[in-house]
Protein backbone atom coordinates (compact mmCIF):
# COMPACT_ATOMS: atom_id res chain seq x y z
CA UNK A 1 0.00 0.00 0.00
CA UNK A 2 2.98 2.29 0.90
CA UNK A 3 4.64 1.44 -2.18
CA UNK A 4 1.49 3.04 -4.33
CA UNK A 5 1.11 5.87 -2.13
CA UNK A 6 4.64 6.75 -3.13
CA UNK A 7 3.91 6.40 -7.10
CA UNK A 8 0.85 8.56 -7.09
CA UNK A 9 2.73 11.01 -5.51
CA UNK A 10 5.76 10.53 -7.22
CA UNK A 11 2.99 11.27 -10.49
CA UNK A 12 1.65 13.77 -9.53
CA UNK A 13 5.24 15.27 -8.30
CA UNK A 14 6.02 14.88 -12.49
CA UNK A 15 3.08 16.60 -13.37
CA UNK A 16 3.80 19.90 -11.39
CA UNK A 17 7.23 20.23 -11.54
CA UNK A 18 7.21 22.06 -15.41
CA UNK A 19 4.47 24.70 -13.69
CA UNK A 20 6.59 24.88 -10.57
CA UNK A 21 10.09 25.61 -12.69
CA UNK A 22 8.21 28.07 -15.35
CA UNK A 23 6.54 30.48 -12.00
CA UNK A 24 9.22 30.25 -9.32
CA UNK A 25 12.45 29.33 -11.24
CA UNK A 26 13.21 33.18 -12.42
CA UNK A 27 13.28 34.75 -9.29
CA UNK A 28 15.36 32.98 -7.88
CA UNK A 29 17.90 32.72 -10.87
CA UNK A 30 20.84 34.64 -11.20
CA UNK A 31 20.40 35.59 -14.82
CA UNK A 32 16.59 37.49 -14.22
CA UNK A 33 15.59 39.41 -16.85
CA UNK A 34 12.96 42.55 -16.04
CA UNK A 35 11.62 44.98 -18.26
CA UNK A 36 14.27 48.10 -18.57
CA UNK A 37 12.24 51.06 -17.32
CA UNK A 38 10.71 53.67 -20.19
CA UNK A 39 13.31 56.36 -20.73
CA UNK A 40 12.11 59.73 -20.95
CA UNK A 41 13.41 62.30 -23.06
CA UNK A 42 13.26 66.05 -22.01
CA UNK A 43 11.29 68.14 -24.43
CA UNK A 44 12.22 71.79 -24.66
CA UNK A 45 9.34 74.10 -23.30
CA UNK A 46 6.55 75.17 -25.79
CA UNK A 47 7.37 78.77 -24.48
CA UNK A 48 7.77 81.33 -27.29
CA UNK A 49 10.79 82.73 -24.96
CA UNK A 50 12.42 79.74 -25.07
CA UNK A 51 11.40 78.94 -28.69
CA UNK A 52 11.02 82.18 -30.46
CA UNK A 53 9.23 81.93 -34.16
CA UNK A 54 12.53 83.45 -35.89
CA UNK A 55 15.95 81.45 -36.26
CA UNK A 56 18.21 83.27 -33.71
CA UNK A 57 22.02 84.32 -35.19
CA UNK A 58 24.12 81.56 -35.79
CA UNK A 59 27.45 82.12 -33.54
CA UNK A 60 30.61 79.83 -33.01
CA UNK A 61 31.25 80.38 -29.53
CA UNK A 62 29.52 81.15 -26.44
CA UNK A 63 28.37 84.93 -27.07
CA UNK A 64 28.55 84.74 -23.15
CA UNK A 65 32.21 85.34 -23.44
CA UNK A 66 31.92 88.37 -25.15
CA UNK A 67 29.54 90.15 -23.86
CA UNK A 68 29.87 89.69 -19.89
CA UNK A 69 30.72 92.49 -18.12
CA UNK A 70 34.46 92.55 -15.90
CA UNK A 71 32.35 92.83 -12.53
CA UNK A 72 30.06 90.07 -11.81
CA UNK A 73 27.69 90.57 -8.96
CA UNK A 74 27.10 87.19 -7.37
CA UNK A 75 25.52 85.86 -3.98
CA UNK A 76 28.54 84.80 -1.63
CA UNK A 77 30.18 81.83 -2.77
CA UNK A 78 28.05 81.77 -5.76
CA UNK A 79 30.17 82.12 -9.05
CA UNK A 80 29.07 83.11 -12.97
CA UNK A 81 30.82 82.60 -16.27
CA UNK A 82 30.04 81.31 -19.88
CA UNK A 83 29.53 77.42 -19.92
CA UNK A 84 31.31 75.58 -21.69
CA UNK A 85 30.80 75.11 -25.21
CA UNK A 86 29.39 77.15 -27.95
CA UNK A 87 25.91 76.76 -26.37
CA UNK A 88 24.61 80.80 -25.48
CA UNK A 89 24.45 79.55 -21.37
CA UNK A 90 25.41 81.02 -18.69
CA UNK A 91 26.24 79.10 -15.76
CA UNK A 92 25.62 80.22 -12.08
CA UNK A 93 27.31 77.73 -9.48
CA UNK A 94 28.02 76.93 -6.09
CA UNK A 95 30.43 74.54 -4.49
CA UNK A 96 31.33 73.09 -8.18
CA UNK A 97 27.51 72.46 -8.20
CA UNK A 98 25.72 74.03 -11.33
CA UNK A 99 22.44 75.78 -9.74
CA UNK A 100 20.84 77.42 -12.91
CA UNK A 101 21.63 78.76 -16.34
CA UNK A 102 20.60 82.21 -18.12
CA UNK A 103 20.14 81.71 -21.82
CA UNK A 104 20.29 84.39 -24.43
CA UNK A 105 19.07 84.30 -28.20
CA UNK A 106 20.04 86.75 -30.75
CA UNK A 107 17.56 87.20 -33.26
CA UNK A 108 18.75 89.42 -36.77
CA UNK A 109 15.73 91.90 -37.57
CA UNK A 110 15.36 91.01 -41.24
CA UNK A 111 14.13 87.57 -40.44
CA UNK A 112 11.69 88.46 -38.14
CA UNK A 113 8.61 90.64 -39.35
CA UNK A 114 6.54 90.54 -36.26
CA UNK A 115 9.07 92.78 -34.39
CA UNK A 116 9.54 95.14 -37.82
CA UNK A 117 5.64 95.53 -37.83
CA UNK A 118 6.56 96.91 -34.20
CA UNK A 119 9.45 99.13 -35.50
CA UNK A 120 7.21 100.32 -37.99
CA UNK A 121 4.15 101.53 -35.99
CA UNK A 122 6.72 103.20 -33.42
CA UNK A 123 7.86 105.33 -36.09
CA UNK A 124 11.60 103.82 -36.33
CA UNK A 125 11.91 102.78 -39.99
CA UNK A 126 13.82 99.64 -40.84
CA UNK A 127 17.39 99.92 -40.95
CA UNK A 128 17.96 103.67 -40.18
CA UNK A 129 20.25 105.20 -38.65
CA UNK A 130 19.87 104.74 -34.83
CA UNK A 131 20.80 107.55 -32.34
CA UNK A 132 20.88 105.84 -28.98
CA UNK A 133 20.71 109.19 -26.68
CA UNK A 134 17.75 110.73 -28.80
CA UNK A 135 14.87 110.60 -26.14
CA UNK A 136 12.61 110.74 -29.06
CA UNK A 137 14.52 107.01 -30.58
CA UNK A 138 14.87 105.66 -26.84
CA UNK A 139 10.48 106.29 -26.45
CA UNK A 140 10.10 105.14 -30.50
CA UNK A 141 12.20 101.66 -29.51
CA UNK A 142 10.45 100.98 -25.88
CA UNK A 143 7.29 100.77 -27.87
CA UNK A 144 7.95 98.73 -29.66
CA UNK A 145 9.66 96.47 -26.89
CA UNK A 146 6.43 96.92 -25.04
CA UNK A 147 4.52 95.84 -28.26
CA UNK A 148 7.07 93.00 -28.71
CA UNK A 149 6.14 91.55 -24.75
CA UNK A 150 2.55 92.22 -25.43
CA UNK A 151 2.50 89.93 -28.02
CA UNK A 152 4.51 87.30 -25.97
CA UNK A 153 1.93 87.70 -23.30
CA UNK A 154 -0.85 86.86 -25.56
CA UNK A 155 1.11 84.13 -27.31
CA UNK A 156 2.41 82.40 -24.09
CA UNK A 157 -1.30 83.33 -22.28
CA UNK A 158 -2.84 81.06 -25.14
CA UNK A 159 -0.56 78.50 -24.95
CA UNK A 160 -0.67 77.82 -21.01
CA UNK A 161 -4.72 78.33 -21.05
CA UNK A 162 -4.50 74.88 -22.78
CA UNK A 163 -2.07 73.28 -20.84
CA UNK A 164 -3.24 74.39 -17.26
CA UNK A 165 -6.40 72.90 -17.31
CA UNK A 166 -7.39 75.55 -14.97
CA UNK A 167 -5.40 73.26 -12.34
CA UNK A 168 -2.67 76.50 -12.61
CA UNK A 169 -3.09 80.13 -12.50
CA UNK A 170 -1.05 81.96 -15.30
CA UNK A 171 -0.17 85.57 -14.11
CA UNK A 172 2.07 88.08 -16.21
CA UNK A 173 4.05 90.71 -14.32
CA UNK A 174 4.01 94.52 -15.79
CA UNK A 175 6.84 94.97 -18.08
CA UNK A 176 9.27 97.45 -16.90
CA UNK A 177 12.08 99.74 -18.11
CA UNK A 178 15.50 98.30 -17.77
CA UNK A 179 19.10 98.85 -18.98
CA UNK A 180 20.56 95.74 -21.01
CA UNK A 181 24.32 96.97 -21.25
CA UNK A 182 24.03 100.53 -22.87
CA UNK A 183 20.48 99.70 -24.63
CA UNK A 184 17.30 100.46 -23.41
CA UNK A 185 15.34 97.41 -22.88
CA UNK A 186 11.93 95.80 -21.38
CA UNK A 187 12.10 92.98 -18.18
CA UNK A 188 9.44 91.18 -18.31
CA UNK A 189 8.06 87.59 -16.90
CA UNK A 190 5.43 85.69 -15.57
CA UNK A 191 4.28 82.78 -13.24
CA UNK A 192 1.82 79.77 -13.03
CA UNK A 193 0.60 79.05 -9.75
CA UNK A 194 -1.03 75.71 -8.64
CA UNK A 195 -4.40 76.10 -7.50
CA UNK A 196 -3.59 73.90 -4.47
CA UNK A 197 -1.06 76.33 -3.77
CA UNK A 198 2.84 76.13 -5.00
CA UNK A 199 4.23 77.78 -7.99
CA UNK A 200 4.68 75.42 -10.96
CA UNK A 201 6.73 77.50 -12.95
CA UNK A 202 8.45 81.22 -12.97
CA UNK A 203 10.00 83.02 -16.18
CA UNK A 204 11.63 86.09 -15.89
CA UNK A 205 13.54 88.15 -19.27
CA UNK A 206 14.80 90.83 -20.92
CA UNK A 207 14.30 92.22 -24.63
CA UNK A 208 16.52 94.96 -25.93
CA UNK A 209 17.46 96.41 -29.50
CA UNK A 210 20.54 97.35 -30.88
CA UNK A 211 19.24 98.79 -34.55
CA UNK A 212 19.68 95.79 -36.46
CA UNK A 213 19.71 92.33 -33.50
CA UNK A 214 16.91 91.53 -30.97
CA UNK A 215 18.43 89.99 -28.01
CA UNK A 216 16.80 88.19 -25.48
CA UNK A 217 17.39 86.68 -22.33
CA UNK A 218 15.73 84.61 -20.17
CA UNK A 219 15.38 82.23 -16.90
CA UNK A 220 13.63 80.69 -15.21
CA UNK A 221 12.14 77.66 -12.96
CA UNK A 222 10.52 75.33 -14.73
CA UNK A 223 10.80 71.47 -14.49
CA UNK A 224 9.49 71.57 -18.54
CA UNK A 225 12.66 73.59 -19.65
CA UNK A 226 15.89 71.99 -21.01
CA UNK A 227 18.04 74.89 -20.64
CA UNK A 228 18.00 78.86 -19.12
CA UNK A 229 16.36 77.76 -16.05
CA UNK A 230 16.89 76.95 -12.06
CA UNK A 231 16.71 74.06 -10.77
CA UNK A 232 15.23 74.94 -7.53
CA UNK A 233 12.87 78.05 -6.82
CA UNK A 234 14.86 79.43 -4.30
CA UNK A 235 17.93 79.56 -5.84
CA UNK A 236 16.53 81.70 -8.36
CA UNK A 237 14.87 84.00 -6.30
CA UNK A 238 18.16 84.62 -4.86
CA UNK A 239 19.79 85.53 -7.84
CA UNK A 240 17.28 87.49 -9.19
CA UNK A 241 18.26 91.01 -7.83
CA UNK A 242 22.01 89.89 -9.19
CA UNK A 243 20.43 89.06 -12.86
CA UNK A 244 19.52 93.01 -12.97
CA UNK A 245 22.56 94.24 -12.01
CA UNK A 246 24.36 91.79 -14.61
CA UNK A 247 22.30 92.45 -17.64
CA UNK A 248 23.15 96.25 -16.83
CA UNK A 249 26.39 96.09 -17.13
CA UNK A 250 26.38 93.79 -20.20
CA UNK A 251 29.09 95.04 -23.39
CA UNK A 252 25.88 95.37 -25.32
CA UNK A 253 25.61 97.04 -28.16
CA UNK A 254 28.52 95.31 -29.81
Not at 41 to 49: E, G, K, R
Not at 231 to 253: G, M
Request: charged share 15%; glycine share 8%.
Amino acid sequence: MLRVYHLLLGAILLVLMPLGVKFFLPYFSATKVEKPNPVVTPTQSNSPQASPSTTPESVEENIWKRILGSEIPTPNGWQVAACQGNAPLLCIASKGEILGTVEIGVYPVNNNPDFQKNLTVAGIPLNSQVDYQSPKYQTQLLKALRAWVANFYATLAKDRQSSYANKIVFSPYPPQQASVGKLQGIRYGFIGLKVEGGVQEQHIGYVAFDGTRLYVISTAFDPSSVTGKFEKLENLAVFQPYLDTLAANLNLPR
